[in-house]
Antibody, heavy 120, light 110 residues
Framework: QVQLQESGPGLVKPSQTLSLTCTVS??????????WSWIRQPAGKGLEWIGR???????YYNPSLKSRVTISVDTSKNQFSLELSSVTAADTAVYYC????????????WGQGTLVTVSS | QSALTQPASVSGSPGQSITISCTGT?????????VSWYQQYPGKAPKLMIY???NRPSGVSNRFSGSKSGNTASLTISGLQAEDEADYYC??????????FGGGTKLTVL
């Protein structure tokens, strides 16, 4: 069973870049069965899909965040990463990494989530 | 790309059935059979309950069922139990390799 763990700074200053890494265990990130995704949830609010990357490196992003988001994959470390530039307080949220099963068309495994606060 | 519309809250008594709706457009819910439902307890990650509109992952109780009509998907929980009290979110494929979530519904078991 795939397990995911997010890591990265819990506090980021406004206008800086938020950087998070998701470490995959229990399976290979090179598996063609998954897209590797990031999803966030501001406190007390709903979920927002940020974007995803395939094993081949193909990326798709939420149009509302596209200009500020970069998702990359490091197959040698079994990790994928999120960068969100020019952050503001509105980017404060719990960030989840998740697998998207390409056959079942669903987000089936989730990390525990990591809170990132944007504040000076 | 707008969030799918869910009622903010629903409630029911133990043993009853409740239904949570998830309304989108023909570009997401109505256009694809790729609707999923997730259960989330406070402070926890979402858990997949339904995928592909009607399918339950292994280990999910058969008290949970999904359906879809037009641009609206629904999650029904029968035989309501105290442990079902949680937030529920729907999601759908939304074309052009993007996905969208609903705003969430808080289920209260009275």
């Amino acid at each position: 069973q795939v397990q995911l763990q997010e890591s990265g700074p819990g506090l980021v200053k406004p206008s800086q870049t938020l950087s998070l890494t998701c470490t995959v265990s229990g399976g290979s990130i090179s598996s063609g069965s998954y897209y590797w995704s990031w999803i966030r949830q501001p406190a007390g609010k709903g979920l927002e899909w940020i974007g995803r990357i395939s094993t081949s490196g193909s990326t798709y992003y939420n149009p509302s965040l596209k200009s500020r988001v970069t998702i990359s994959v490091d197959t040698s470390k079994n990790q994928f990463s999120l960068e969100l530039s020019s952050v503001t307080a509105a980017d404060t949220a719990v960030y989840y990494c998740a697998t998207y099963h390409t056959i079942f068309k669903t987000f089936d495994y989730w990390g525990q989530g990591t809170l990132v606060t944007v504040s000076s | 790309q707008s969030a799918l519309t869910q009622p903010a809250s629903v409630s029911g008594s133990p043993g009853q059935s409740i239904t949570i709706s998830c309304t989108g457009t023909s570009s997401d819910v109505g256009g694809y059979n790729y609707v999923s439902w997730y259960q989330q307890y406070p402070g926890k990650a979402p858990k997949l309950m339904i995928y592909g509109v009607t399918n339950r992952p292994s280990g999910v109780s058969n008290r949970f069922s999904g359906s879809k009509s037009g641009n609206t998907a629904s999650l029904t929980i029968s035989g309501l139990q105290a442990e079902d009290e949680a937030d529920y979110y729907c999601s759908s494929y939304a074309s052009s390799n993007t996905w969208v979530f609903g705003g969430g519904t808080k289920l209260t078991v009275l």
